[in-house]
Structures are given as structure tokens and as C-alpha cells.
């Protein structure tokens, strides 16, 4: 399992995403090569990448959407709640909670937490801002293994040996920098930058040059 | 060009960014192979995802990595400096703008509008937050194409209505919602969830069980 590379995991995103439309249009099943096609991955890359998982197809019939669609959530987990906690209640922290769908079904955002003092006791949604000293005994308590860290680059590596000492074994780091974290604290980080480049192709490539020379 | 799958451009991603991790290794030439090994795609996905874009191999050499970086970089038009209009300075622009590495080389924030006339007139980085009425005319002016929208679902369609009138040509979406633009505006909506779910499949597959049953 551990051998299964980063995009693969982004493709079965992908592939759920697309499942979901199809299931929206009635489809009942699906061959790897109609799977493939909108998301312009050959047949073969589809099977490769679902064989890492186990055995999905039937022969004669493709698969099963509404079966793969089961199968791919409990792949990825979201065939359930997490609890989540967030460290760092600021800009980015703000941000994110009010962005909509970000914590969609499968993800609940239990507590709240900031180094300053000056923001604990304050209202963050629902939420009171607590202050880091109760970290530890929150993540236990609700059994977090979940959590998001938008604080400042500097505090970040010491926030997450707490959130790896507390017993929390994923965190989504939005704090531009390299975490180090024991073997089994997975570190997802977000690189807001991809994005600008995928724009910046599609400016290149369709929308004429971007400037006079 | 206008068939090529979006996730094909997620991978000439991807490509650049190991190629750019073999180049730091002193690695002159790299196969479709190897290439594709880190990232978990096949030779023939590598060569497929290439071929759209022109020919770049060389017969028992494979690619030579310094050249595949200088053409990907064209192809991802990060070869160039766009200069950015952001909209919206509120929570999320400020924390995208401070995110480090989010502007990085190939992007420049020119100008920030907000339509709140309590923003408007104060800094933000370097910059003034300039009205909305000023908007076209600084679009024309700095000959702007690009543009990332921070602002409340509500408003987004009219921003994005705005740009299009002034001549931007490709938006970056953090509004969650679907915005309506012509066929000469591409717009890329930035999917965070994403991340989560990429984080609850570590956490599901490598992590143990997230929870007491």
C-alpha cells in the first residue's frame, strides 16, 4: 500500500469526481475506457491504477457505478466523519473555514486553536478559540487524529510536534514550509502555486499572448 | 490544443517539478521511464501527455532535461512575467497574498480592488486597495490578462463580469461557485477539498483506523 504514488491518490479523486456525474446522469455502469476519456487517462492507466486497490470490474459489464463510487470513498476515507482541529485563527484560518465546501461531508471542524492571546476566548464560528496549552487534552478527548495548520512559517514546525505528540497522524499543512514529522504523521501541504500555472497555460496556449512583446 | 484533458496539465506539472528535482541532482537526460516512475504514471502516459504539445525525445538519448524544462515551462507560460489584478481584500486575499511561494517567479500583483468603500485607500502589501471603478481602466493601463477573485460567492459573477469587460482574460477562482464567462475567459476554480481528501486517504490507508468504531 505504502508503494502507491501521491498522483494516483489525486487520480482516484478524479475518477470519484467523475463517477458522481455519471451516477447524476443515470448511468449505471461505466468501462475504463469511457472512465478514462473525459479525464484523458488511457483505459489501461484507469485498471493500473484501481488494481492498487483490489479487484473492481465485471467482466462483460465494466463497473458498477454506484459499487466503485462505495469503494473509491472508503479508498479515500470520506466514507466517514473526521474530526478536524485548525491551528491558527487568522487570515487563512478565517478564510478557509468560511470557504464553502471546504469542510464538506466526511470532515467536521471540532475546535479551534491560537498561540495568541490576544484571539483566544473569541468567537471563530460556532467556535470559542482556545488556546494552545488545551490542545492536547482536546485531541484526545474528541479523538482528533485530524488537523489543518495555517500559522506563520515559523511556528509551524513547533506546532506540529504538539499535534504529532498529542496523537494527531494527519495534518493539512498551509504554512509554506517543510515540516519534519515521525513516520506515521502524514503531512499533506497545499501548493496554492499549481494553480497558478495551470491559468497561466491555459492564458498561454488559448488565450493568445498575454502582452505585446 | 483545445482537446487536451485538464489533469493532462495538472501532469506536465508534475513533469516539470521532477524534472526540476533531477536537474538539482545533475541528471542531464532522463527516459519517458523514468520520468514517469516517481510519479506513478506508465512510459507510454508520459509519452502521450508530451506528444500533445509537439516532439521533444531524442533517439537513445530520451529527453534531455534541461531542454524539457525550458519547453514545459513555455508550455505552462511561466517563461514570462504576468502581472495579476486581485479582487477581494478581504480574510482569504490577504492570506493568499502572504502565502509565500503563492506569487512566485512568473506572477506579479499589479493592482487590489475591493468594493468596500471601509478598504479602499488603506495598504495592502505595497500596494493601495483601489475602488472597483478604477478597475478597467488599470486593467488597460498595466495591460492586465490575469486576475484571482477572493470575494463572497455573491459577488463573484458580477467581478468576474467586470474583468471580462476590461480584457482579463484568465481568472483564478476562490469563490466556490460556478461562474458564467465568455468562451475567451478561462476560469480555474480552486478545489481545497481536494486536499482534504487526499489527507483522509493517507490517514485511512497508512495512519491505522481514524476512530473508535
Known amino acids: 500500500m505504502q508503494d502507491i504514488p501521491g498522483p494516483a491518490i489525486y487520480?482516484?479523486?478524479?475518477?470519484?469526481?467523475?463517477l458522481e456525474t455519471l451516477q447524476r446522469a443515470s448511468h449505471e455502469t461505466v468501462s475504463s475506457k469511457e472512465l478514462g476519456k473525459a479525464l484523458g487517462y488511457s483505459d489501461a492507466q484507469?485498471?493500473?491504477d484501481l488494481t492498487y486497490f483490489g479487484q473492481f470490474g465485471h467482466p462483460g459489464v465494466g463497473y458498477r457505478v454506484e459499487e466503485l463510487i462505495q469503494r473509491l470513498k472508503k479508498i479515500l476515507g470520506t466514507d466517514r466523519v473526521w474530526p478536524v482541529v485548525l491551528i491558527g485563527a487568522g487570515n487563512l484560518g478565517r478564510a478557509l473555514m468560511s470557504y464553502k465546501g471546504f469542510l464538506r461531508k466526511g470532515f467536521q471542524l471540532a475546535a479551534v486553536f491560537d498561540a495568541d492571546p490576544a484571539k483566544v476566548g473569541r468567537r471563530f464560528g460556532e467556535l470559542e478559540i482556545l488556546p494552545m496549552e488545551k490542545l492536547q487534552a482536546c485531541v484526545h478527548e474528541l479523538q482528533v487524529r485530524m488537523a489543518i495548520i495555517a500559522v506563520t512559517p515559523e511556528a509551524a514546525q513547533s506546532v506540529v510536534d504538539l499535534l504529532a505528540a498529542a496523537g494527531v497522524r494527519g495534518v493539512l499543512n498551509f504554512s509554506p514550509t517543510n515540516l519534519?514529522?515521525?513516520?506515521?504523521?502524514?503531512?499533506q501541504s497545499v501548493d496554492l502555486a499549481l494553480q497558478l500555472e495551470q491559468l497561466?497555460?491555459?492564458?498561454?496556449?488559448?488565450?493568445?499572448?498575454?502582452?505585446?512583446?
Chains 1, 2 share one sequence.
Not at 11 to 18: A, E, G, N, T, V
Not at 180 to 187: A, F, L, Q, R, S
Open 180 to 187: 519534519k514529522t515521525p513516520p506515521d504523521v502524514y503531512v
Open 200 to 213: 497561466s497555460f491555459r492564458m498561454s496556449m488559448g488565450a493568445g499572448p498575454p502582452l505585446a512583446p
Open 11 to 18: 487520480r482516484i479523486s478524479f475518477y470519484l469526481r467523475q
Open 46 to 48: 484507469v485498471r493500473k
